[in-house]
């Protein structure tokens, strides 16, 4: 038993002495292969593959139709959803549909002209042959789609996909579009702009009717004036106590103060009554120095003349003591003060209390118009608040239309957020057959074609031998004459006991009686 009839791994010697004695069934399969190959890539159609590439981008946000005011930003990367919404919109029914009618895929379908229902059979069977031929993919990480087509005609296989282009825009702007949106938000712009213009005219006949410029500023004015003019009556109170205490103060010193008072006082002494008694004195002195001369001390006209200088030294003494006195007198300036104040300060009382009547005045006065201000701070804040939000509510639809214009304007100019980034060519050479990839997959398949026959033979030839080998085993006789019709060459007895053959000797048959 041979290397293949007991299992163990074949060695590339034994398939080389396999491929070697089988070498014709090797070779004639071989060739058949190549043929084969050959024939087919020569009979297979041409096919003219077109490509293109779509770019979805984000430079074109869709507007959002709605009455918020919150603009809605779209992510600056495009995802997978989108990327899927977009192939599938490709593959629609309608779409291929248009394509095929504006290309004429449908009058290359067989009973095309044959009447109407025969035609839109031939443009439903185009259109299904169209979605199973054309090839739509995302490219990984990256925010285009690739679309392929392949037909026999490489101006065929163009036009297709540039017809699938065209299409493909007009559908994606429809389907994304807002058909009447301009109109729509028109329209309730010029309403609303109505309302406003009304609330106006509301807002100003209030204002005109309670004499309201702004409110808030004028009720913030008028409570600081009021403030103020508080203030300013409160010191007039105060300033009118101080005044009556004052004038009752001056009053109270006026009553002890004199109208009149001196203003100079002379003393005046006795001064001829002194120079008479002096000069007499001096006569009575002289005498009695007369008298002494002639007399004696104890003598009585020296004594008569002792006491009359004594009586006239006493009366000169008294004269010189006794004075006249001289005043004058004038008006009481403190007086005249106290007077002149009580005038003044009496008038000042006047003209503080004159003022604290017009500032309680000024105060009712403040205090009515904020009562008037505050009873209209209701009405002014709800006719403020409708003006401001009928305002928001027209310049929103305002701006939302100016969005649909512009939105329709990009529509008519077919301005999207995605672009043919690759526009379909034809090309002059077809992709299928690829002869380099036939020749190279025939050859292959050739190789391992003409192998596997040689090694199947091989061991089918080993199995039948080794079923011979049994029945030899179990009939001696016939063994030996099977033997002998078995092995006609070295190669059979090498196949038939697994060992090398040196040399063989033919010998011829003998009949058998």
Same mark, same amino acid.
């Given at each position: 038993m041979n290397a293949i009839e007991a299992g163990n791994t074949v060695s590339i010697r034994d398939i080389a002495i396999i491929l070697y004695r089988r070498r014709w069934l090797s070779i004639i399969t071989f060739l058949l292969v190549i043929v084969a190959t050959v024939a087919v890539t020569i009979l297979t159609p041409r096919q003219y593959q077109s490509h293109m590439k779509i770019l979805v981008k984000n430079e074109r946000p869709e507007m959002i139709v709605s009455a918020g005011s919150d603009s809605q930003t779209r992510p600056d990367e495009v995802t997978e959803a989108e990327i899927n919404s977009e192939i599938e919109l490709l593959n629609g029914t309608n779409l291929l549909r248009n394509v095929v009618i504006k290309s004429g895929l449908?009058?290359?379908?067989?009973?095309?002209?044959?009447?109407?229902?025969?035609?839109?059979?031939?443009?439903?069977?185009?259109?299904?042959?169209?979605?199973?031929?054309?090839k739509i993919a *995302? +490219?990984? &990480?990256?925010?285009?789609?690739?679309? $392929?087509?392949?037909? @026999?005609?490489?101006? =065929?296989? %163009?036009?297709?996909?540039?017809?699938?282009?065209?299409?493909?825009?007009?559908?994606?702007?429809?389907?994304?579009?807002?058909?009447?949106?301009?109109?729509?938000?028109?329209?309730?712009?010029?309403?609303?702009?109505?309302?406003?213009?009304?609330?106006?005219?509301q807002l100003e006949q209030f204002r005109q009717r309670h004499n309201i410029v702004m409110l808030a500023q004028q009720k913030d004015a008028m409570l600081q004036r009021t403030s103020d003019s508080e203030a300013a009556l409160l010191q007039a109170d105060a300033a009118i106590g101080e005044y009556t205490h004052r004038i009752a103060d001056t009053r109270r010193q006026l009553t002890t103060a004199q109208p009149r008072v001196i203003t100079q006082?002379?003393?005046?002494?006795?001064?001829? *009554? +002194?120079? &008479?008694?002096?000069?007499?004195?001096? $006569?009575?002195?002289? @005498?009695?120095?007369? =008298?002494? %001369?002639?007399?004696?001390?104890?003598?009585?006209?020296?004594?008569?003349?002792?006491?009359?200088?004594?009586?006239?030294?006493?009366?000169?003494?008294?004269?010189?003591?006794?004075?006249?006195?001289?005043?004058?007198?004038?008006?009481?300036?403190?007086?005249?003060?106290?007077?002149?104040?009580?005038?003044?300060?009496?008038?000042?009382?006047?003209?503080?209390?004159?003022?604290?009547?017009?500032?309680?005045?000024?105060?009712?006065?403040?205090?009515?118009?904020?009562?008037?201000?505050?009873?209209?701070?209701?009405?002014?804040?709800?006719?403020?608040?409708?003006?401001?939000e009928a305002e928001e509510t027209y310049l929103?639809?305002?701006?939302?239309?100016?969005?649909?214009?512009?939105?329709?304007?990009?529509?008519?100019?077919?301005?999207?957020?995605?672009?043919?980034?690759?526009?379909?060519?034809?090309?002059?050479?077809?992709?299928?057959?690829?002869?380099?990839?036939?020749?190279?997959?025939?050859?292959?398949?050739?190789?391992?074609?003409?192998?596997?026959?040689?090694?199947?033979f091989e061991y089918l030839q080993q199995t039948m031998q080794a079923v011979r080998q049994v029945q030899l085993n179990a009939q001696p006789s016939i063994a030996a004459g099977f033997l002998i019709d078995a092995v006609e060459r070295g190669s059979d007895l090498e196949t038939l006991k697994g060992l090398p053959v040196l040399a063989t000797l033919y010998l011829p048959r003998q009949s058998q009686s």
């Open positions: 449908d009058r290359l379908q067989k009973g095309y002209g044959a009447g109407t229902a025969a035609r839109d059979r031939a443009i439903e069977q185009a259109a299904s042959r169209l979605q199973h031929d054309l *995302s +490219v990984h &990480r990256a925010n285009i789609i690739e679309v $392929d087509y392949m037909a @026999r005609d490489p101006h =065929l296989a %163009a036009a297709v996909l540039r017809q699938l282009a065209d299409s493909y825009l007009e559908e994606h702007l429809k389907v994304h579009g807002t058909p009447g949106t301009y109109e729509f938000f028109a329209s309730q712009a010029q309403h609303y702009q109505s309302q406003f213009q009304a609330a106006q005219s006082s002379k003393v005046i002494p006795n001064q001829y *009554s +002194v120079e &008479r008694l002096s000069t007499m004195l001096a $006569d009575l002195q002289n @005498r009695r120095t007369q =008298l002494l %001369a002639k007399f004696r001390p104890d003598d009585r006209l020296v004594q008569e003349a002792e006491k009359e200088i004594a009586d006239t030294q006493a009366a000169l003494d008294s004269a010189t003591k006794a004075t006249a006195s001289e005043q004058s007198t004038d008006i009481n300036p403190i007086r005249q003060t106290l007077e002149m104040d009580v005038a003044k300060q009496e008038a000042e009382l006047a003209g503080v209390e004159a003022r604290r009547q017009a500032l309680a005045r000024q105060v009712d006065g403040y205090g009515a118009q904020l009562t008037a201000l505050g009873n209209a701070t209701a009405e002014y804040d709800n006719l403020t608040r409708a003006e401001n929103l639809y305002n701006k939302k239309a100016e969005e649909a214009r512009i939105a329709e304007s990009l529509d008519r100019q077919k301005i999207s957020n995605v672009a043919i980034a690759d526009p379909p060519n034809e090309t002059q050479f077809p992709s299928k057959p690829n002869v380099k990839l036939n020749a190279a997959m025939g050859g292959l398949l050739a190789v391992f074609l003409s192998i596997g026959v040689a090694l199947g």
